[in-house]
């Protein structure tokens, strides 16, 4: 079982992880400009939730990350992980968090149960709190506990990284990217795994540039773009903004009268489709196509895009500039 005292100042942290003023610029390199890559970041990660910061590619989630893990260096902003300062307290601080990070770099010579011992070791793991065999039986790499790690899948190795963040115990277990490029089977079996971890009491942050990874795991998510929280609500919340769909029929015939109904808006098309706006939720597309044969349109074709990733931000640029 989990301890969930929090650590720090006396009494209960509210937030597994407090982020105030954060602010990451790499050194530029010999050819490059410097890059912002967080430009002051505020963020309150609550206990016990599962949590997603997603983002696409370059965003600043890896770095967000690493700087919790204290493998990189923040350049300005305050980092408190389960109470504890990170610059004040280290130490504690960073037993409180395991790192499952994006990049499979695993010792080559290590087997899986060595990796282990070495992790729980760097970690102060007394020798009778270990629980190496447990932790492999947890991801399934029992059978592999004596391989080399080199002689590991790829699938195999995203499984002993996660292994190697659980060896201390942590309150909080994050996860870079979980699922790129892993197969349907492991990513099933990541998922157990961490609704398991997230039910016995461990806060779990994950990253990902999915919508739908992080509509079916998070309970709360942030996005993050170009250095910035741009959006930091409920999934569910989230998902109402995100509703939004566009259906494009291409009519039999040239079309007299748009449909009409509640929650549907259509405009025609100079090229002579036709574009219908309706929210999902309240307005099920079967709604929307009966408004299109009320309107005694024949449909020769059709299509539906959804709000993506990129709508949402737009979205929140636009509202943000108007
Ligand atoms: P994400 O994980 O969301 O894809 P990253 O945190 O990896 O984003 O990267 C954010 C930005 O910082 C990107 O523009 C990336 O190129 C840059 N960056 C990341 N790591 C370094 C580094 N070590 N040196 C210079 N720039 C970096
Ligand atoms: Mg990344």
């Given at each position: 079982m989990l301890e969930q005292e929090a650590g720090g100042?006396?009494?209960?942290?509210?937030?597994?992880i407090e982020i105030r003023g954060l602010v990451k610029t790499y050194a530029g390199g010999r050819h490059g400009p410097e890059k912002h890559a967080l430009k002051g970041i505020d963020l309150d990660i609550p206990q016990g939730s599962v949590f997603g910061l997603l983002g696409p590619n370059g965003a600043g989630k890896s770095t967000l990350i690493n700087i919790l893990a204290g493998l990189v260096v923040k350049t300005a902003g305050q980092v408190t992980i389960w109470g504890f300062d990170q610059d004040r307290n280290p130490r504690q601080s960073r037993a409180s968090i395991g790192v499952m990070p994006?990049?499979?770099?695993?010792?080559?010579?290590?087997t899986p149960r060595e990796a282990l011992e070495v992790q729980a070791g760097l970690y102060g793991v007394p020798r009778r709190e270990r629980r190496s065999d447990a932790i492999l039986r947890l991801v399934g790499l029992e059978d592999k506990a004596?391989?080399?790690?080199?002689?590991?899948?790829g699938g195999m190795r995203r499984r002993l990284l996660l292994a190697k963040a659980l060896v201390h115990h942590p309150h909080i277990l994050v996860l870079d990217e979980p699922t790129a490029g892993v197969d349907i089977e492991l990513r099933a079996m990541l998922w157990e795994n961490i609704r398991r971890l997230n039910r016995e009491g461990m806060t779990i942050i994950l990253t990902t540039h999915y919508l739908e990874e992080a509509e079916e795991m998070c309970d709360e998510i942030a996005i993050i773009n170009e250095g910035a929280v741009v959006a930091r609500d409920s999934t569910a919340r989230l998902l109402d903004r995100l509703d939004g769909r566009r259906m494009i029929l291409t009519p039999d015939a040239p079309v007299t009268a748009l449909p009409e109904g509640r929650g549907i808006e259509a405009a025609h098309h100079a090229d002579g489709t036709i574009e219908i706006t309706y929210r999902a939720r309240e307005t099920p597309a079967e709604s929307v196509l009966e408004a299109v044969r009320a309107a005694g349109i024949k449909i020769r074709d059709l299509r539906i895009e959804q709000a993506d990733l990129q709508d949402v931000f737009l979205d929140l640029t636009r509202s943000r500039a108007g």
């Open positions: 100042k006396s009494g209960m942290a509210a937030s597994a994006q990049e499979l770099n695993l010792d080559p010579f290590f004596e391989a080399y790690a080199r002689t590991l899948s």
